[in-house]
């Protein structure tokens, strides 16, 4: 089992930055991913961002690419998420997810309780 912790959500105005963090409880050995899902306000979840733990490699949903950067410190077991230039329409909660890639499929095994980022215009 692993559990995520995320933080850094917050109140912020559109074109502004805002960082989000999540520690995992564990390594994870094999492939293993972290990353992002979003859900506003009376829409279902969605993707925004995932990161290969062993390889780096980052896979962005279109609406955040250009803007979001995930990366991750493999020393703290943790993953961020950066986000820039801030729209009203990327206000949701965003919740941390990990799991591992099986036949070809990412599965998200484990969700955090996720963190409230609103963006005022």
């Known amino acids: 089992q692993v559990q995520l912790v995320e933080s850094g959500g917050g109140l912020v105005q559109a074109g502004d930055s805002l960082r989000l963090s999540c520690a995992a409880s564990?390594?994870?050995?094999?492939?293993?991913?972290m990353g992002w899902f979003r859900q506003a306000p009376g829409k279902e979840r969605e993707f925004a961002a995932r990161i290969v733990w062993s390889s780096g490699y980052t896979y962005y949903a279109d609406s955040v690419k250009g803007r979001f950067t995930i990366s991750r410190d493999i020393a703290k077991n943790t993953v961020f998420l950066q986000m820039n230039s801030l729209k009203p329409e990327d206000t949701a909660i965003y919740y941390c997810?990990?799991?591992?890639?099986?036949?070809?499929?990412?599965?998200?095994?484990?969700w955090g309780q996720g963190t409230q980022v609103t963006v005022s215009s």
């Open positions: 997810t990990a799991g591992f890639l099986r036949n070809g499929k990412y599965d998200n095994d484990y």
């Open positions: 564990r390594r994870t050995l094999g492939n293993y991913f």
